[in-house]
């Protein structure tokens, strides 16, 4: 093949890859949200940032996908968000996101459907947009349906999130950290409440945590083990972004016989330490 037909050929595969791909909008979520209700089509929303590797994974492939921009360029109005500029952080901390790249999927009405964190593959999408679409072939459809018309008081909303647990639903979070906002003294005897304690609460030191801490019979092993985790995971996190090691070394000195409680088999104290220790040092 010479230059000339090498070139031809490369020029032609750029043309049709060009049209292969999902139409996004790159305005505001408002501006995109107004635009969805006005077409009557739900909306796609890829949360992302330009250094994330996921995410340019994504848009590299399954965004590109045939079958992928078919079905979202027909069913969907789409926006891409850069989680970092102009409304990217409002709407980050409006919908509880932590992580790039995240998937939103809102009703034309502007209602959340659907929160999916992380990098997707084609198959996956199509997924997703087919519940969306087609959301009365979803068991979390009647959960949805129940709560957006009734009058959403507490016990709407406790029955909502278990529905939507039960479902697997992504938007669990979302609706779990809205709940522990309106209600935040939560009885951890309740399924529903426990849930929302587990997926919310990380602070070590609160009125209930340390009431989960004390009464590990109350609980199973699994949940018991998984909240204690969850509470070390915070603190080291919180000792790397001040980089401090005296945050983390506290913390687990003090919840030190919980984790014992819940794992017989952890090293002892000193060892522990060092061992957090020198991971901490990798940072």
């Known amino acids: ?69 078919e079905l979202y360029n027909k069913g969907f109005v789409s926006l891409k968000l850069d989680g970092e500029k102009n409304d990217g952080p409002s709407v980050m901390q409006k919908y509880g996101i932590s992580a790039y790249p995240t998937l939103l999927y809102f009703s034309p009405d502007g209602t959340l459907v659907k929160k999916v964190v992380g990098g ?63 209600y935040p003294k939560l009885d951890l005897n309740d399924k529903v409440e426990l849930e929302v304690f587990m997926r919310n609460e990380n602070d070590l030191h609160s009125p209930l945590s340390q009431d989960f801490l004390l009464h ?8 018991y083990s998984n909240k ?16 401090d090691f005296s945050i983390i070394e506290k913390d687990v000195r003090e919840v030190y016989p919980y984790i014992q409680k819940a794992n017989s088999q952890v090293p002892e104290l000193e060892s522990y330490i060092e061992y957090i220790r020198t991971e901490f040092n990798k940072n």
């Open 1 to 69: 093949m010479n230059k000339r037909t090498l070139l031809f050929a490369l020029l032609t595969f750029l043309s049709f890859g060009a049209t292969a791909q999902i139409s996004f909008e790159s305005g505001t979520l408002e501006a995109a949200l107004a635009k969805a209700k006005k077409e009557n089509k739900p909306l796609f929303v890829d949360v992302h940032a330009v250094w994330c590797g996921p995410c340019k994974r994504m848009a590299a492939t399954a965004f590109v996908d045939p079958k992928v921009t």
């Open 228 to 243: 204690i985790g969850m509470f070390v995971q915070t603190s080291y996190a919180k000792a790397v972004e001040n980089k």
């Open 120 to 182: 997707q593959e084609a198959a996956q999408l199509i997924s997703h947009g087919d519940f969306v679409l087609n959301p009365e072939s979803s068991p979390s459809f009647k959960a949805r349906k129940v709560y957006h018309s009734s009058k959403k008081t507490q016990k709407d909303i406790k029955a909502f999130i278990e529905g939507l647990v039960a479902a697997e639903d992504d938007s669990v979070d979302f609706y779990a950290a809205k709940y522990y906002a309106a």
């Open 216 to 223: 590990p019979e109350r609980f199973d092993a699994e949940t």
